[in-house]
């Protein structure tokens, strides 16, 4: 939030997260969303959706200039705001690593990199969504402690602040020229252990983001992919599941009424995001989606839900906020998704168990997790499902294509006794789908019904294993550039007659999985060409969206959309791998 209460656009904000939890924070040093303790908590800092609860350092003089950057291949974030007379702060921002479960912890250290440092901070901790307010706040040998709901919460840095009756603390911090003062806020469901020594805490943290994401010099854009890891690690617990991303209810389009719930780990989201690290090579870090989808597999079967909490648990309903929203956006979390049957998931997770089989790095339970998908597939794939964009229920191409392109991959890459039956069921799939899916010209249409291209057919059929004289993958590409492109950027599919743009924003993933088409199809000078388009649609952090207002140059949706970061991975693997 602003000083005046107002948000900012959504490329003006920069992620902190753990792995556990996320944190947006906009240019004038104001955390203004973050749920605690894990990602699909109530809000402590809800300023993002018009609630209270807010964590602000920025300097006491207003009229500067803010600016800021992300430490390579980490989301350490630096603030740094010029200010009249040419003065320079600096607040350097992280959540500390490696993250506890139940509790967060905010390190911020700020900087006099020229002149003298004045700030002003604020602190609102705000549980529930806005809900409870600061109690019990108290000075104890230097640390402020109090209360919020059911959480406690410590800050260590400011001991002359001073609370107001909200228990709200606020104090003016002065550091000199070439000094450096640190703030350590925790946020927990227990109390507070022994004081945080700040300078461990940091060098903890970038050793775990050393540890966590590799060079990337043999990708296409290695200071991008760099960043896209750092984004996927960032959004990944230590359970294994990845936040889709780390807001709710931002708007897709101004009352549109498409604003949803993304705190929680999508089995197609993590899915891609594990097949993006392991075509890199750095399999140990695909590890962790692979034994979250094997895990979710084996225990839910044929039952599996498109969506999870990242701990494994079911995602809960959707409910309203006391909240205005973020402008144009709804208020509520909770997302009816994760009860839905979304056929192409198991497609997707064969594909992933399949990629690590082929990498040597798939265990029994692997193995058995592929069965019992194969098995799902076999027992539903007739059933008419909600697809990829979980609309309405029908026989969507794009997740029979799905089924087909896992199933041939498992039997690919897992030398296992019902390879044959697995590749015999892929082949009928297929030619049911072809008799109702495929269009008189060639090409795939969205489903049996809808003769219109989709961009989600490019993802099965860029992937899968389609004999080479078959002219439908190239066919489906051209007439979805044909229909759903504008000045360089792919939307998903047309809404009715209204024009590209109307409805929704382009769809940055669906840019990435034209890339990908392209060089399939031998076109690399076109790939390169729409993954350098699609990569240049993000703010100054460098952080991608679900969509993208092409004429007036906005992110739309939420925020980061980690689905979008692992197909610009995989894109930049596979540019340099074709010489790009």
């Known amino acids: 939030m602003t000083e005046t209460g107002a948000p900012w656009v959504l490329r003006e904000y920069a992620l902190l ?16 969303w973050m749920c605690a303790p894990r990602w699909h908590s109530d809000a402590v800092f809800s300023g993002l959706m018009g609630g209270p609860g807010c964590f602000t350092v920025v300097p006491e003089d207003p009229w500067n ?62 549980a529930g969504f806005g809900s409870h307010p600061m109690r019990d706040v108290r000075l104890r040998a230097g640390e402020w402690h109090a209360r919020s709901g059911p959480l406690r919460l410590r800050l260590r840095g400011a001991p002359e602040a001073a609370p107001d009756r909200d228990g709200v603390l606020t104090t003016r911090i002065t550091v000199p020229e070439g000094g450096a003062h640190d703030l350590v806020l925790e946020i927990g469901e227990s109390g507070p252990g022994p004081s945080p020594d700040p300078g461990r805490l940091w060098a903890e943290t970038e050793d775990a983001w050393s540890r966590a994401v590799p060079d990337c010099g043999d990708t296409a854009a290695p200071r991008d992919a760099r960043h896209a890891y750092a984004v996927l690690h960032g959004l990944t617990s230590a359970s294994g599941g990845m936040a889709a991303a780390a807001t709710a209810s931002l708007p897709e389009r101004a ?40 895990e979710r597999i084996l225990a839910d079967g044929p039952g599996l839900c498109p969506a999870y909490t990242v701990d494994g648990g079911p995602v809960p309903g959707e409910r309203p906020l006391p909240l205005p929203g973020f402008p144009g956006g709804g208020r509520h979390v909770g997302n009816q998704a994760g009860r839905q049957f979304q056929l192409d998931v198991f497609g997707e997770a064969l594909d992933l168990l399949a990629t690590a089989a082929r990498h040597g790095r798939l265990d029994r339970d692997g193995v058995r997790a592929v069965e019992t998908a194969a098995l799902a597939v076999e027992e539903n794939w007739q059933r008419p499902d909600s697809g990829l964009w979980e609309l309405e229920t029908a026989w969507w191409t794009h997740s029979r294509l799905s089924a087909v392109m896992g199933l041939r991959a498992a039997a690919r890459g897992l030398r296992h006794p019902d390879a044959d039956r697995w590749t015999r069921l892929a082949g009928a799939i297929e030619r049911e789908t072809e008799r109702r899916c495929r269009h008189p010209s060639g090409r795939w249409q969205r489903t ?39 000045d360089g950027y792919v939307y998903r599919f047309r809404h009715g007659d209204r024009p590209l743009g109307r409805a929704e924003g382009a769809f940055l993933l669906c840019g990435f999985l034209m890339s990908g088409a392209c060089l399939a199809d031998g076109r690399l000078t076109e790939a390169a060409r ?9 703010g100054p952090a460098g952080l991608f969206a679900e969509e993208y207002d092409v004429t007036q140059r906005q992110l739309r949706g939420n925020l980061p959309q980690a689905f979008v970061h692992a197909l610009f991975l995989e894109s930049a693997v596979k540019l340099a791998e074709h010489g790009g």
């Open 255 to 294: 009352r549109t009424g498409r604003n949803y719930d993304y705190r929680y780990a999508w089995i197609r989201d993590q899915c891609y995001a594990g097949i993006a690290v392991a075509e890199h090579g750095k399999q140990p870090s695909a590890d962790r989606s692979v034994r979250f989808i094997t």
């Open 17 to 32: 997260a753990d792995g556990e939890r996320g944190a947006l924070i906009g240019p004038r040093g104001d955390i203004a």
């Open 530 to 538: 729409w993954f350098e388009r699609s990569r240049a649609a993000c």
């Open 448 to 486: 049996s019904e809808d003769p219109r291209p989709d961009a989600a057919l490019l993802r099965p059929l860029t992937r899968g294993d389609w004999p080479a004289d078959d002219p439908g993958p190239a066919l489906t590409r051209r007439e979805v550039a044909r229909q759903l492109t504008q």
């Open 65 to 126: 200039v803010w600016g800021g950057s992300y430490e390579d291949g980490t989301l350490i974030r630096v603030s740094r705001w010029v200010q009249r007379g040419g003065a320079i702060t600096e607040c350097r921002e992280a959540l500390a690593m490696p993250a506890e479960p139940g509790r967060a912890v905010l390190l911020r250290r700020i900087r006099a990199v020229h002149g003298d440092a004045r700030v002003l901070l604020r602190l609102d901790v705000r």
